[in-house]
């Protein structure tokens, strides 16, 4: 277990030193905060709101299918299947 926290902090520092920074991202930030009212803060915040209740949704919906399934995984085999998982969108994404 300690084998794995180690070598996600060190990928993770690894990673911050081959990060590119872009000098002009202060300035666009700014622009941004300034075009800002308060209506539009509301407005983001209701879509967001959509969005978490949405995913809340969809969660109760596959409820039956992973008490059925993937509840009964070992954590072996359902570790691999999210590894499995999460590299292929990676290379979808690649593409």
């Known amino acids: 277990m300690l ?5 996600i902090l060190a ?6 030193f081959f ?3 872009e000098s002009g991202m202060g300035e666009l930030t700014k622009d ?6 308060i209506k ?3 407005i983001r915040a209701f879509k967001v709101f959509v969005f978490i209740f ?3 949704l969809l969660g109760t919906g596959f409820k039956p299918v992973i ?3 993937i ?10 299947v999210n590894t499995i998982s999460f590299a292929s969108i990676l290379c979808c994404f690649a593409i």
């Open 3 to 7: 084998d794995i926290i180690i070598a």
């Open 11 to 16: 990928l993770g520092l690894i990673g911050t």
């Open 19 to 21: 990060a590119k920074r």
């Open 32 to 37: 941004v905060e300034a075009d800002e009212n």
């Open 40 to 42: 539009e803060v509301f």
């Open 54 to 56: 949405a995913l809340e």
């Open 67 to 69: 008490d059925l399934y």
């Open 71 to 80: 509840v009964k995984m070992k954590s072996e085999l359902l570790y691999w």
